[in-house]
């Protein structure tokens, strides 16, 4: 069974920074797509960043710049490093990945199939 497990959540300053990883177990796939989501109190869950199997990258506009994904493909692990927080960024970030059958690097939660538990980041001025 595929399990996503994350880690690296925490609390840090307004302006700082973070690096979270997500450890795919089970996941063992030539062609695939992976992603981070966030979820904030009273908010939808929205796609902050994606990568595929190929290397493409996307990112949602309001990390742009601040965020960047990267994988290590040698340990099944996906990685989120987060700089510049802002309260805004405040969320449970949660990473997601599917099999890349007709997709590739997107922020469309309902292509996933395979979601972690999820991780808290606060970001507190």
């Known amino acids: 069974a595929v399990q996503m497990v994350e880690s690296g959540g925490g609390s840090v300053q307004v302006g700082g920074s973070m690096n979270l990883s997500c450890e795919a177990s089970?996941?063992?796939?030539?062609?695939?797509?992976m992603g981070w989501f966030r979820q904030a109190p009273g908010k939808e869950r929205e796609g902050v960043a994606s990568?595929?199997?190929?290397?493409?990258?996307i990112y949602g506009n309001s990390v742009k710049g601040r965020f960047t994904i990267s994988q290590d493909s040698a340990k099944n692990t996906l990685y989120l490093q987060m700089n510049s927080l802002n309260p805004e960024d405040t969320a449970m970030y949660y990473c997601?990945?599917?099999?890349?059958?007709?997709?590739?690097?997107?922020?469309?939660?309902?292509?996933?199939?395979?979601w972690g538990q999820g991780t808290q980041v606060t970001v507190s001025s």
């Open positions: 997601a990945a599917d099999i890349g059958i007709g997709y590739g690097a997107n922020l469309e939660q309902e292509n996933f199939s395979y």
């Open positions: 089970g996941f063992i796939y030539s062609s695939y797509y």
């Open positions: 990568i595929d199997s190929d290397g493409t990258t």
